[in-house]
């Protein structure tokens, strides 16, 4: 199955037990070497029992992967666990593509949302998820996965935004400047900053998470992203 414009890329569901094991190496190259964010035996399980398991290759090397399942029956929704695109491919709309592929193999099942988290300090993926792929915040979850090992996250907490994103529905708008109360930036690269100076990015870290969850608890709620301003934030009285 392919959804690509180039005939060189297809992305493919992960059938194959050669399969798994390459996908499961290409997140653990994405993570930085991490081999238990998505090990085979458990990859293997939820592409054999249903859920969304795929590859995108670039002819027929594996170069990204995506893994979601679905969530309890009567949401009509399901979470992609993770997605990753090898470095040396990244930054070529490949992994809007692969949205995309699981946007499309959603509503070929009946899915309405899904849902993931991010990192809320990302700034690329907060532009990603929230401007170009119009995705809701719906919560803002603490230290979620806890302490975590591998070599993207290692040495910071685990907080993250979840979101939601409606399959039909039209792309949720960047607020217009008159709907906007508040906004938050954020680091420009804060992976940078973490290699870098580790205690400045943990101050980063308490004080994006204090002030979203300030608004949030005050009624109000994050509209959208703007790469200047950080979150834009909306609502309350």
Known sequence: MSDAASPQLSI?????????????AVLSEVWGGDRTGMPPNLLRALAHSGNYAVGLFEGERMVGASVAFFA???????HSHITGILPSAQDRG???????HQREWGLRR??????WTFDPLVSRNAHFNLTVLGARVTEYLV?????????????????????????AAPPVPTPADAEVRASVAIPRDIEALRRRE???????????RDALMTHLAAGRRIGGFDER????IVGGD
């Open 12 to 24: 493919r569901e992960l059938d194959t037990v050669a399969q798994v094991f390459e996908a499961s």
């Open 72 to 78: 309890e029956p009567a949401a009509r929704s399901m």
């Open 94 to 100: 490949f992994g809007r593509m692969l949205k995309q």
């Open 110 to 115: 009946g899915i309405g949302h899904v849902t």
């Open 143 to 167: 230290d979620h996965y806890g302490a975590m090992d591998d070599g993207v996250n290692r040495g910071d907490e685990s907080d993250r935004l979840m979101v939601s994103w409606a399959l």
């Open 198 to 208: 580790p205690e400045a990015a943990a101050v980063e870290r308490r004080r994006v």
């Open 229 to 232: 301003r950080g979150y834009l």
